[in-house]
């Protein structure tokens, strides 16, 4: 039986800048948990890290460490778990990741909560200090029978989602080190969401049905930060019930609750001119919203049930408002291109958002886009420091990762340019001017942090002319060949386009006999011999799908007595010709990326023209 009486929670930092690495708000699930065992008598306390520093002779003091990880703060979180059961602290993991990947936390942690955590850490304490077995907690996974060779890890299943959210008590901000005059105080005034984006975990972690607190409970909660100057509400919607939100404001401009406040909504609120009002009276400053994309085929990949239309309509009524704007996008989906990033950041500017945030598409588990890219075997790292959308970590489709990750940045720089700056600041605006000049500092922060990273992205893009060239074909070779009919038709016109807008003649090699795939690789050498020019590259047909292809291997492999390159090229499962594959291809002939992409795209164009003329 062991006593525990102090129990410390760490809500870990990321290693790497972001653009919420100036933002110091202490999420609500640490804070909330810290003040439901301080009810239950526990010494309680938590240091999250991007407030101040953890107090390590404070720590080695705790009887049981908590800590909450996101997918990227989770590495950090694990050194911290390591750390502490050296010390021989027992260790309790929660938060989105340890939630999702449990066997993996465990690899670290004594214990893990997944998803709610309030009753079944209580349930865990308790059965700790009287000896018993955790075996009937729901929530809750842990060793059983050792970390030796046979000890294994248990799943309880989880229990049904906390119905009265009332019940919970205040989270007492109080109890985080360090939170003091110039933080930012979080409310939260429910759980889930009613909607499903694919590359979101929210309705995974807490559920697709929305619950609420009361409002009488939020009036509570808002009163105790009446001396302040401002307060964010961390729904992941403020505003899905617009009656319920219309009767917040209003208690909070009867209330003589001054402060300012932000919120996430959707773009959707600006269709209620009566709510648009009560958030301004009530002291909106600002809302951030997910507008994700300008490119529809985007928005329906994510499932976002929005339209380029509406989101430029917000815009305007928002700042007719008053209300300030922080647009929030997802780049990198199966239908982005270079182009449409590039959209994104004219229509950006175009449509006056005040400050913004371009995020990669990121597999963080839990979500529908991580099955899927698994499934297809795109996500190319489980470096999870690098899982913050900062970061490309999965195959493209219409894109290379060093062009995804190269437009995000160029995005960036061309939002918060000195020009945009300037021109907030001529309009007397110090806040925006601030953080357009923040923008600046990140990506300028980010960009010299990680240049190994995009020189190795852009390594990649010269794999096959780097194979080649080891093989002793290093020579710019002008000439490849392409047997005819082991192509669909469409497949061989756009190689064809593709090539000779490189520069590169394409080769007839018209067999004599119907051959498979394989045979013509393994007759490449005497194939070759039959042409009179010399050429280095035998193009096929992969037997593989593109999805595999891009794991990481070379397209080109040696064939026949000349050493000869044979060039494998994968096409989607509609035969399609693949992106990513074309351009490690074009940079065998030419060290431009830009030029290669307009070469496939305008191939793309040749040969669904032809298409359509031939119907």
């Known amino acids: ?48 890290e991007d407030v101040a520093p953890v107090d390590e002779r404070d720590l080695a003091t705790a009887d049981v460490v908590g800590i909450s990880s996101l997918t990227n703060t989770s590495p950090r979180g694990y050194d911290w778990a390591d750390r502490c059961r050296a010390a021989g602290i027992p260790v309790v993991m929660g938060g989105t990741h340890a939630s999702f990947r449990p066997g993996e936390a465990l690899g670290h942690a004594d214990f893990v909560v997944k998803g709610e955590g309030e009753g079944p850490l209580l349930d865990l304490l308790d059965a700790l200090k009287g000896g018993r077995s955790p075996l009937g907690i729901p929530n809750l996974s842990f060793w059983t029978g050792g970390r030796s060779g046979r000890g ?55 559920g697709r049905g929305y619950r609420y607190t009361s409002v009488g409970r939020v009036i509570e909660e808002l009163s105790l930060y009446r001396d302040r100057d401002y307060v964010f509400f ?7 019930n617009r009656r319920r939100t219309k009767e917040i404001l209003r208690r909070k401009i009867e209330e003589g609750l001054g402060m300012c406040w932000s919120a996430q909504v959707r773009s959707e609120v600006t269709d209620d001119l009566e709510l648009l009002e009560l958030m301004r009276e009530s002291l909106c400053f600002n809302v951030y919203v997910g507008f ?21 309509r917000s815009m305007e009524v928002f700042h007719r408002h008053g209300i300030k704007v922080h647009g929030m996008f997802v780049v990198g989906s199966d239908a982005d291109d270079a182009e449409s990033v ?10 006056d958002i005040d400050t913004i945030q371009f995020m990669i598409l990121t597999p963080i588990p839990g979500t529908v886009l991580t099955e899927g890219l698994q499934a297809e075997a795109r ?28 437009e995000t940045l160029r995005a960036f720089r061309k939002f918060y340019s000195l020009g945009r700056v300037a021109a907030s600041a001529l309009h007397g605006d110090k806040w925006v001017t601030l953080l357009r000049l923040e923008g600046r500092r990140y990506v300028r922060e980010w960009s010299r942090r990680n240049r190994g990273f995009l020189r190795r992205l852009k390594e990649e893009l010269f794999r096959e002319a780097r194979f080649l060239a080891e093989a002793g074909l290093g020579r710019r070779t002008r000439r490849v060949a392409l047997p005819e009919g082991l192509l669909p038709r469409e497949a061989e016109r756009f190689v064809r386009a ?76 509609a035969g399609a010709p693949v992106y990513p594959a ?34």
């Open 1 to 48: 039986m062991r006593p525990i009486r102090k129990i410390i929670f760490i809500e870990p930092k990321s290693e790497s800048p972001n653009v919420y690495s100036r933002v110091h708000i202490p999420r609500t699930g640490a804070v909330l948990l810290a003040t439901l065992l301080q009810r239950a008598g526990y010494e309680a306390k938590v240091y999250c």
């Open 152 to 206: 294994s890890h248990v799943h309880n299943p989880n229990r049904a989602f906390v119905g009265d959210l009332d019940a919970l008590p205040i989270p007492d901000f109080r109890l985080v080190h360090g939170w003091g005059e110039g933080c930012v105080a979080s409310i939260m005034t429910s759980r889930g969401c009613p909607y499903d984006c694919t590359f979101c975990s929210v309705t995974a972690m807490l």
């Open 234 to 240: 961390c729904d992941d919607n403020f505003a899905v």
């Open 292 to 312: 994700e994309s300008f490119n529809p085929r985007t928005l329906a990949l994510y499932n976002k049930r929005m339209e380029v239309e509406r989101i430029q």
């Open 342 to 351: 590039r959209t994104t950041v004219r229509l950006a500017k175009r449509f």
């Open 379 to 406: 996500i190319r790292t489980e470096n999870w420091g690098l899982f913050d959308g900062h970061y490309v970590t999965f195959e493209p489709r219409l894109l290379t990762p060093y062009e995804l990750q190269r």
């Open 498 to 573: 593709f090539f000779g807008r490189l520069g590169v003649k394409v080769i007839s090699l018209r067999l004599e006999a119907r051959e498979s795939v394989e045979e013509m690789a393994e007759r490449a050498g005497e194939a070759l011999a039959r042409l009179r020019q010399r050429v280095d590259l035998l193009i096929l047909p992969s037997l593989r799908p593109w999805k595999l292809s891009m794991a990481g291997e070379s397209l080109i492999e040696l064939a026949g007595d000349r050493a000869m390159g044979l060039l494998r090229l994968p096409l989607d499962e």
């Open 582 to 615: 074309f351009a490690r291809v074009g940079m065998v002939f030419t060290r431009r990326i830009g030029k290669v992409s307009r070469a496939f795209r305008a191939a793309l164009e040749e040969t669904q023209k032809k298409l359509a003329a031939s119907r």
